[in-house]
C-alpha cells in the first residue's frame, strides 16, 4: 500500500473523535486529515477541499443531528462516488443496518469491535471491500427479509391488513366489527379474501401467517 490512508472523522461527540483520532494517529497506515461535528459539516468541509487534499474514506458516526450517517452518506457519495464510507455507531438496529448500507457505505461497524477489527474494516473499505461482523450481516440480513416482507403486503387493502392484525391478536369477527366500525357481515368478506389471497386454510394459519411476516 503506497502512502497513508487519509481519514476523515465525522462524529458530534468531542471524546469519541479525540480518542479515534488519538489511536489512528498511532498507526503508520492512517493518517486523520479531519474532523467534522455532523453531516452537513463534512459535506461542507468536502465542497470547500481539506488543506491535505480529499480524504481516501470517511469514518462516520450513524446518529447525529442535522444529517446523520446515511443521509450523509448518500449526499457526500452524490457529489464524490469513488468516496469511501464506513459507518461506525453503537446502534444495531436493522433497519439502521440496512439504510446505512442502501445509502452507499462500504461497511457497518459497532463501535465495540477490538482495535484489530475496526484497522481491518478500514483497510478493506480502502480497497473497496466490505467488512461486516457477523452480527450486523444478521441484522442487514433481517433487515433486508424485513422490507421484502413489507413489499410483499402490497396485494393487501388497507383494511384488509387492519383485520389480519386484529385476527393475529386473536380478536373474534364480532370484536374485528366493533373495532372497525363495520359489519360482522363486512368481516367475513375481508377474511375470506384473506384466506383467498394469502392461500390459507383458517383463521389460525392467518394469525401464524402476520406473526411469521414479521406483520403482527
Known amino acids: 500500500m503506497e502512502g497513508n490512508i487519509r481519514i476523515l472523522l465525522v462524529d458530534d461527540h468531542d471524546m469519541v473523535r479525540m480518542g479515534l483520532k488519538t489511536y489512528l494517529m498511532l498507526e503508520p497506515k492512517f493518517e486523520v486529515i479531519g474532523e467534522a461535528r455532523n453531516g452537513q459539516e463534512a459535506l461542507d ?22 444529517m446523520n450517517g ?11 462516488p469513488l468516496m469511501k464510507i464506513v459507518i461506525l455507531t453503537s446502534f444495531l438496529e436493522d433497519n439502521l443496518v440496512v439504510d446505512a448500507i442502501e445509502a452507499g457505505a462500504v461497511s457497518y ?14 483497510q478493506g473499505a480502502f480497497r473497496g471491500m466490505p467488512v461486516m461482523t457477523g452480527d450486523v450481516s444478521q441484522a442487514l440480513t433481517r433487515g433486508i427479509r424485513q422490507r421484502t416482507v413489507e413489499a410483499d403486503s402490497s396485494g393487501l387493502t388497507e383494511r384488509e391488513k387492519e383485520v389480519l392484525l386484529l385476527i393475529a391478536e386473536g380478536k373474534s369477527n364480532k370484536d374485528i ?12 368478506t375481508h377474511v375470506s379474501n384473506l384466506l383467498m389471497k394469502c392461500e390459507l386454510d383458517d383463521r389460525t394459519q392467518l394469525a401464524i401467517f402476520a406473526h411469521r411476516k414479521g406483520w403482527a
Do not use: F
Open 177 to 188: 366489527a366493533e373495532e372497525l366500525h363495520i359489519s360482522i357481515k363486512t368481516v367475513k
Open 45 to 66: 468541509m468536502l465542497r470547500v477541499g481539506l488543506p491535505e487534499g480529499p480524504p481516501d474514506l470517511i469514518l462516520m458516526d450513524l446518529m447525529m443531528p442535522i
Open 70 to 80: 446515511a443521509e450523509t452518506t448518500k449526499a457526500v457519495l452524490k457529489e464524490h
Open 109 to 122: 461497524v459497532l463501535k465495540t469491535v477490538s482495535a484489530e477489527e475496526l484497522i481491518y474494516a478500514l
